[in-house]
């Protein structure tokens, strides 16, 4: 049995090295064309944006003092700190559904994925403060959906709304949490249409995307506009070359080994490998929706794979409880699959890192 002070020291480690990397890499690298179009939301503030909503030029206006220190170190300061806050989040949320260990093996899968460990823990993106909220949000929905009996107020669920409103500021997708939430209760617990505090925080959640609202209102629906052109259906008919490469950068992005996890812990989903089965069936609809329709979605228009990205969060959680439990007699610190995750991800960052700063491959 591992003892619970060596999974806590462990992570420490993990959130420690990690973080060193990252703000190492996020030193070493100039911006990227994206970045550089987030650098103008933080120069020019307003309450959002023609290509996304305001908050990731918020976060940069933070850790650069007003772009006092503008360099590319403080401009993504914000990713770097989140991405081990992060980090000890789905600790905590791994913790909550099962035990320490799956805690902890979700914080390896979380850091092995390139996406969180790279596009939102060393780039600065929308990505980066919608997956901080994001898990802010899973970790207290958990909590107030599957609350103890007895309790007469939730204030759980308010702080989740008010979390998926901040989400929701930082990027568009946010919103999927409450389709989420609100698909479990119709399918699963309907006493929650009873309990005023779903409503409050709901409201909550309108109440902090109000801006976002006004202001395309203001501007003739611009983002609309804007998403429509980059979603498009196709009149030549199914795209398989972009559902192709929809699926496949899926799988690249969140590491070939965790993608294959997730797939072995929903064959096995009918293993009760989850101390209560309403969890694993909210992560489920939390997940596994969100990555078919950008798949499905491909096949019409062009997308891209960082889109169905916090869907992950929800089945790495899967892949740890299924893990856990599968190691419940013979348990490690290090399975051998989460150590090949790891190397996968260091192998791709040192390949990364010297394609961009040397070229040593033609990509053009």
Not at 143 to 152: C, N, Y
Request: charged share 10%.
């Amino acid at each position: 049995m591992i003892k619970p002070v060596n999974i806590k020291k462990t992570l420490l480690l993990l959130i420690i090295v990690s973080t060193i990397i990252r703000a190492a890499l996020a030193y070493f690298l100039e911006l990227t064309n994206d970045e550089v179009n987030y650098w103008l939301y933080a120069m020019y503030p307003d309450i959002s944006h023609y290509e996304h909503p305001p908050m990731v030029g918020y976060f940069i206006q933070l850790t650069t003092l007003n772009l006092l220190f503008d360099s590319e170190f403080f401009m993504r300061l914000s990713s770097i700190l989140l991405g081990a806050v992060n980090t000890y989040i789905i600790f905590l949320i791994g913790k909550k559904i099962k035990d320490e260990l799956t805690g902890f093996y979700a914080a390896m899968l979380y850091t092995s994925s390139l996406y969180f460990f790279i596009i939102c823990g060393v780039f600065i993106h929308p990505d980066t403060p919608m997956v901080f909220f994001w898990l802010i949000s899973l970790y207290f929905i958990i909590k107030g959906l599957f609350i103890k009996p007895g309790v007469k107020f939730n204030s759980s669920i308010l702080i989740a709304g008010l979390t998926i409103g901040l989400g929701m500021a930082s990027k568009y997708i946010s919103a999927y949490l409450w389709f989420a939430v609100i698909m479990y209760i119709l399918l699963y617990d309907r006493i929650w249409l009873k309990k005023i505090e779903i409503y409050i925080s709901v409201l909550i959640s309108i109440l902090c995307f109000l801006p976002v609202i006004i202001w395309n209102f203001q501007n003739e629906l611009q983002t609309l506009s804007f998403w429509g052109m980059n979603i498009h259906a196709l009149s030549s008919g199914l795209r398989f070359d972009l559902f192709a490469q929809e699926l496949l950068g899926q799988i690249f992005y969140n590491n070939p080994v965790n993608f294959f996890l997730i797939l072995i812990s929903l064959v096995f989903i009918k293993k009760k490998f989850f101390p209560d089965n309403n969890i694993k069936r909210f992560l489920i609809i939390c997940g596994l929706p969100l990555l078919i329709f950008f798949i499905l979605i491909s096949l019409l228009g062009r997308t891209l794979p960082h889109w169905s990205g916090p869907g992950y969060v929800a089945l790495i959680l899967i892949a740890s409880a299924y893990q856990s439990w599968k190691k419940q007699e013979k348990q490690k610190l290090f399975p051998y699959s989460h150590q090949l995750a790891m190397v996968v991800t260091v192998l791709i960052t040192i390949f990364g890192y010297v394609q961009i700063n040397y070229g040593l491959f033609d990509l053009s």
